[in-house]
């Protein structure tokens, strides 16, 4: 059926009948539970976020300084090893969107979990930049890509209305994993050693997502004879309608771009910070344990925006809040290069927390908002492409000004003035409609 190309600022015609399925399948765990299934959804999907750490820059950046002292390499050249792997990598990720969106979630997190966990061991064995390259394009493609990718995609194709709330809750994950696992990682390599971590790492990966995800994640409720957000099918009066962009569809809209250019920008730059944070730190004077505090007021402030976010997505405008995001990133920036003692600590740990959690539940939330579930795992699929080459770009900027200058200073004030831009245009370009209208 040939669709209409949805114009800026008008609704496209719904299209509700796409996401009917004729054939209904059972399952018997969807079944015997006694409550709306899409709860048990964002449990399993939390998971998801939370075991994507060992390969997310927060989980990273721990390892960092142990690998350069062992393979005995530059800050410059580990950066760049870390760019070409996480670009690489990002390259996959718009057919693991297609995967999900042809094989569905379960088969998806299956494939996607136990390789995550063999990509971990892998980097317990590098021993030298081209393994460790290859590492770094196995662990940001599987665990900070694929494995997000699937977390997200599970939970926005059984909620719609509710979808904003869900994704808030479920972002929970990626903030327990700033609080638990660098301190987590500090202890294993103390312990034993940084090639040893990862291995354990990807034993708790193989122990927890993989089973978890093969045995609740499911694919979108309409096959199981139930409704997103826990209408059911039978209520009377209750009309979902829904737009479902292609990505091409999608592609020739300004709103896609506005919304992936602030997350390319936030990718980059928030990776820049944390990839670097101990040196940048270091520069100010603060040595590693106080350093290594930042982790939790940005965990705690991360679960609290990430539930914020959750209730002003649907009360305010995305392109608000993502222009928040951005002042929040440059404001971070700024502050970098003035933390000093404690209590400038805790601010800039909070403001990252606050930037991190918003973003989080804005990039997981804003695309199926505007674009709708049926394509939505190869649109968010590129998406994340996009997002994850910023995080190959952003520190290997950083490690460029550092060589260059001498200092971080220079590089982080001259790249906040980006997102400052693109935070003063965005609440004035002209946007497509939101993806979905209900009625009772």
Not at 246 to 258: G, K
Not at 320 to 329: C, E, G, Y
Not at 419 to 433: D, N, T, Y
Request: hydrophobic letters at 50%; a positive charge.
């Amino acid at each position: 059926m040939n669709q209409k190309i949805p114009q800026e600022g008008i609704s496209a015609k719904p299209l509700p009948e796409q996401l009917e399925d004729k054939s209904s399948k059972y399952s018997r765990i969807i079944t015997n539970c006694p409550f709306f299934y899409g709860w048990v959804i964002i449990v399993a999907g939390t998971l998801g976020a939370l075991m994507t750490t060992p390969g997310q820059t927060v989980g990273v950046s721990v390892f960092i300084d142990s690998i350069i002292n062992d393979l005995k390499v530059s800050r410059s050249t580990v950066a760049l090893m870390y760019a070409l792997g996480t670009l690489a990598g990002s390259f996959l990720l718009t057919f693991v969107g297609r995967l999900i969106d042809h094989r569905g979630p379960r088969h998806a997190v299956i494939i996607i979990a136990s390789l995550f966990a063999l990509a971990c061991v892998w980097m317990g064995f590098v021993n030298s930049p081209i393994t460790l390259a290859i590492g770094f394009v196995l662990i940001r493609s599987l665990g900070q890509g694929s494995l997000s990718l699937v977390s997200l995609n599970v939970i926005h194709i059984w909620f719609v209305k509710r979808r904003s709330l869900a994704v808030g809750i479920s972002s929970i994950g990626f903030a327990l994993g700033v609080i638990l696992f660098p301190p987590l990682i500090e202890f294993l390599i103390s312990r034993f050693d940084w090639r040893s971590a990862y291995i354990i790492l990807g034993c708790l990966v193989a122990l927890t997502i993989l089973p978890i995800g093969a045995l609740f994640f499911r694919e979108r409720p309409e096959v199981y004879g139930l409704q997103p957000d826990g209408k059911q099918e039978s209520a009377p009066n209750y009309v979902l309608e829904e737009n479902n962009f292609t990505l091409t569809q999608a592609l020739r809209t300004l709103t896609f771009w506005l919304f992936s250019g602030g997350d390319f920008l936030v990718a980059a730059f928030g990776t820049g910070l944390l990839f670097h944070h101990y040196s940048i730190i270091a520069e100010v004077g603060v040595n590693r344990e106080l350093a290594t505090l930042i982790f939790v007021p940005l965990g705690i402030v991360s679960v609290g925006s990430n539930l914020l976010t959750g209730f002003l997505l649907s009360r305010v405008e995305p392109r608000w809040l993502l222009s928040i995001v951005l002042i929040l990133l440059a404001t971070s920036m700024a502050i970098a290069t003035q933390t000093i003692n404690l209590y400038s600590i805790l601010i800039y740990g909070c403001l990252l927390g606050l930037m991190q959690g918003m973003k989080g539940v804005l990039s997981s939330s804003v695309y199926a908002h505007y674009f709708g579930r049926l394509h939505i795992g190869t649109i968010q699929g590129l998406v994340i492409t996009i997002s994850v080459a910023g995080t190959a770009l952003g520190p290997y900027i950083f490690a460029f000004g550092l060589d260059e200058f001498g200092s971080y200073k220079p590089v982080l004030l001259i790249s906040a003035l980006a997102p400052l831009a693109l935070a003063i245009v965005a609440p004035w370009l002209k946007l497509i409609q939101k993806s979905f209208t209900t009625s009772l």
